[in-house]
C-alpha cells in the first residue's frame, strides 16, 4: 500500500475558470489560428452571447478587458475590432492579461499600494473645495454605516476611487479603477473584511481626509501608505505569517 501523503503530492489544485476568461482564451485562439485578423471586426455582444450561451454581461467584461490593454479597440460606425499588430504580439498581450486576473491578492495589494499613494498625495495638492466636500460625505456616510452595525464595504471602496478621480490623472484612475474590484471580491472570499478591520480603515480614511483637508501631499501620501500596509500585513496575517503594523503615521 503506498504512502497517501506521497500520492498527494502527485494531485493539483482544481483552477475554476471565470466565463470572461473562457472568451478571452477563445478569441485568443481564433487570433492565433488566423480566423481574427489584425483589423478585423468581432460580433456584436448580443450575437456572441447567444452563440456561447452566456450572460451579455460576461462578453461585455472581456471585450472591456482586452480593450483597456488595446488588443481591441472600439470604432465608431464599425464597432468592435482586433488592433492593428502582429499575431503575436496580440497573443502574449493576451497571455498576459489572462496572468494578470489570477487571484494574486499579495501582487494586486503591492500595486495598489504603489498607486493609490501617489493618487492621494496628488488628490492632496489639486482638489478643490467642493471635492473635498464629497469626499468628507463619502467618510461620514462610511461612518454611519458602521455605527449601524454594517462594515461599510461600498463606501469604503467609494472613498479610494473619489482620491483617484481627484488626483487630476486619468490614466492612475483607471489602472486604481480597474484592480480595485478584485480586491474588494479577494479581501472579502479571505474574510479580511470584518467589523473591527472597518473600524480601522475609518480612521486611516480619517488621517488621509485630514491631510487633503490642509492640501498636505506628502503626510497624505503617508497616511495613505500605512492604511495600505496595515491591509498587505493583515493579510499576510490570513496567510499565517506576520503582524500588522501598530503606529500610525504622525497627521
Do not use: W
Not at 501617489?118 to 495638492?125: I, V
Not at 471580491?185 to 487633503?212: D, I, P, W, Y
Amino acid at each position: 500500500m503506498g504512502d497517501t501523503r506521497t500520492m498527494l503530492k502527485h494531485f493539483k489544485s482544481v483552477q475554476i475558470e471565470k466565463p470572461s476568461d473562457v472568451i478571452i482564451n477563445q478569441i485568443r485562439e481564433l487570433i492565433g489560428s488566423g480566423v481574427l485578423k489584425p483589423g478585423d471586426r468581432l460580433p456584436s455582444e448580443r450575437s456572441l452571447s447567444e452563440r456561447m450561451d452566456i450572460s451579455r454581461g460576461y462578453v461585455r467584461e472581456a471585450l472591456q478587458r482586452l480593450e483597456f490593454y488595446g488588443i481591441l479597440k472600439t470604432m465608431p460606425q464599425k464597432g468592435t475590432v482586433v488592433s492593428s499588430m502582429g499575431v503575436k504580439a496580440l497573443e502574449g498581450l493576451i497571455s498576459n492579461v489572462l496572468r494578470l486576473e489570477k487571484d494574486d491578492f499579495a501582487s494586486l495589494m503591492e500595486t495598489r499600494e504603489l498607486l493609490e499613494t501617489h493618487a492621494a498625495r496628488l488628490a492632496a495638492e489639486r482638489r478643490t473645495n467642493t471635492e473635498y466636500a464629497e469626499l468628507e460625505n463619502i467618510l461620514d456616510a462610511f461612518r454611519k454605516q458602521l455605527e449601524a452595525g454594517g462594515q461599510g464595504l461600498e463606501e469604503d471602496l467609494l472613498f479610494h476611487l473619489k482620491i483617484a478621480e481627484l488626483c487630476r490623472n486619468s490614466v492612475l484612475m483607471s489602472l486604481i479603477s480597474l484592480i480595485t474590484p478584485d480586491i474588494i471580491r479577494m479581501s472579502m472570499e479571505r474574510r479580511t473584511c470584518n467589523n473591527e478591520r472597518s473600524l480601522e480603515a475609518f480612521h486611516e480614511h480619517e488621517a488621509v481626509l485630514k491631510a487633503v483637508k490642509d492640501h498636505d501631499g506628502e503626510r497624505a501620501a503617508a497616511a495613505m501608505g500605512f492604511h495600505m500596509t496595515k491591509t498587505r500585513a493583515l493579510e499576510k496575517i490570513s496567510s499565517g505569517s506576520q503582524s500588522p503594523a501598530s503606529t500610525p503615521p504622525s497627521t
